[in-house]
């Protein structure tokens, strides 16, 4: 049995959550508001938990997930960790405790995980600790780069200028090109096509 993705949308804002299952277990990515009972469904053997960022639809789950699957690890960038520790927005959010702290700065990190390596690019500008996680040949982008779009670089905690060198660094990654590129909303697309609109959203930053 070779890699599969199951994807369903969650929470108001339909963020996606994704479960790549791989013959060593199912690795965990963004389970939103709502997530938990659709992951545990899809995951009898799980590895990891990863978040792309810390914004509140990509882990309102988390915590319940690390209830139900006490040894699994729960990965995200160091930058982040305060946005799930915390209910920095007054949402209501249970906060959560990362296990595994990436700590890469604007560039990319290799973790092995089950067996499974997995790539975080820290991208910046969204979040302080926004990556994209390659598993595989597969690019999952959180709210970095979306379908024909970007991610928000005015939000708090959000900066414009790391999302302008963020993004440069994106234009230029020639080994990501070909690979799909799965956002944390709206449909999937290539990473080159993407590449490709880098100088036109440069301009509207």
């Known amino acids: 049995m070779g890699l599969e993705i199951l994807q369903q949308s969650f929470g108001v804002y339909q963020t996606h959550c994704y479960i790549v299952k791989l013959p060593q277990g199912q690795i965990i990515i963004d389970p939103g ?3 938990h009972q659709w ?3 899809h995951c009898p053997n799980p590895i990891a938990i990863l978040n792309t960022h810390g914004h509140f639809d990509h882990i309102w789950d988390n915590a319940k997930l690390q209830e139900h699957f006490e040894n699994t690890p729960l990965v995200c960038h160091t930058l982040d960790a305060f ?3 915390s209910d920095v927005f007054d949402l209501g959010l249970t906060p959560s405790h990362p296990t595994m702290l990436v700590e890469s700065t604007q560039s990319s990190q290799i973790l092995t995980l089950g067996g499974v390596e997995v790539k975080f690019h820290h991208f910046p500008g969204h979040t302080p600790g926004c990556c994209m996680i390659e598993i595989e040949g597969y690019i999952f982008s959180g709210d970095f780069i979306f379908y024909r ?4 670089s005015d939000f708090a905690y959000s900066s414009p200028e790391d999302m302008r060198h963020s993004l440069l660094r994106f234009e230029s990654m020639c ?3 070909a690979m799909p590129l799965y956002p944390g909303h709206g449909e999937r697309t290539i990473a080159r096509d993407e590449q490709a609109n880098v100088k036109f959203w440069l301009s509207r930053i």
């Open 33 to 35: 508001d709502g997530a």
């Open 39 to 41: 992951v545990i469904a």
């Open 83 to 85: 946005l799930l520790e």
């Open 149 to 152: 779009s970007i991610g928000r």
């Open 175 to 177: 080994e990501v090109a």
